[in-house]
């Protein structure tokens, strides 16, 4: 049966917000999970990538991680230092501050109520 | 520290690598030497760890996975920059700093070109009570709030022949406190401004 060609232009455009709504989504807890990697101990860019890409269960575009490490440095809730290698370029650790870990509870704290609102929705 | 480059035995691993940091030295010129050091070993430490941990047989196919993992430096540098003006730059480090800052905040939308023009003529004017205040003792009689015989008053150098100067010595310390209140007030204004 041919295929409606405004159907499949609607469906084109509802891939494409749910690209975007996802990308939203994924920017807005990727900020949530490096706080969460970094509570857990120092860690340096590349490291840091490999946690994250197993929690987000994928692959990361590597390089979108410096600019909100950067971010996170400015707001005062992350700090970092440099550290000579014995073989090696130096590498740069990041380390969680006192703000960051407040900002990370309540962050905890909206993600649950969110979590309990879409739970409350589905089940209504 | 050591962040050079590595040195590869194929050419055109030597050339993708060279290539890749040229780029991203282009599109982090706008900040200072250190500031792109620091950029530069990051990324170099990076490229690095990724580069070694791949199993591709040949130098280059190493280094160009790494690269692709990492992304073009177009699509990560910018962002990355700005932010270390927004950091770095802060309000009180220096004039070149400062117009990085304002340049950046106009790139940002219509309302922050208005707010940095609004931002960048509070900048003269605050320089220019200053240079007012230091200028009175080099031209006693013709700096200050001058009032012509035609009614015309203005701040600055005047010279003609029936003026009255209405503030005197008074200039100095006044114009150095709105000045120096000046400066200290826009630079919370950009402060916030630019985190907004």
Known sequence: ?????SHASNSEAH???LERWQLQLRKGLLVYLVLVVLSKGESYGYRLIAS?????????AEGTIYP???RLQREGLIESRWQIMDSGPARKYYSIRPA?????????????RIHRLLEGLSTS | MTGSAPEFREQDAQQAWTQYFLQVDSLSSALTARQRRDIRLEITAHL?????LRSEESESERLRVAIERLGSPAEFVPGWVEDRLLHDAAPGSGVRSLLQLLKLNARRGATHLLASLALGFGYLLAFYFFFVAALKPVFPDNVGLISTGDGFTALGYIDTPEMVDLLGYWIMPLGFIISFSLIVFLDRMLQ?????
């Open chain 1, 100 to 112: 960051g870990h407040e900002v990370l509870a309540t962050m905890g704290d909206r993600w649950k």
């Open chain 1, 15 to 17: 891939e494409a917000f």
């Open chain 1, 68 to 70: 909100l490490l950067s």
């Open chain 1, 1 to 5: 049966m041919p295929q409606n060609p």
């Open chain 2, 48 to 52: 690095l760890e990724s580069y070694v």
């Open chain 2, 192 to 196: 916030r401004f630019s985190r907004a």
């Open chain 1, 52 to 60: 994250l890409s197993e929690y987000l269960e994928s692959d990361m």
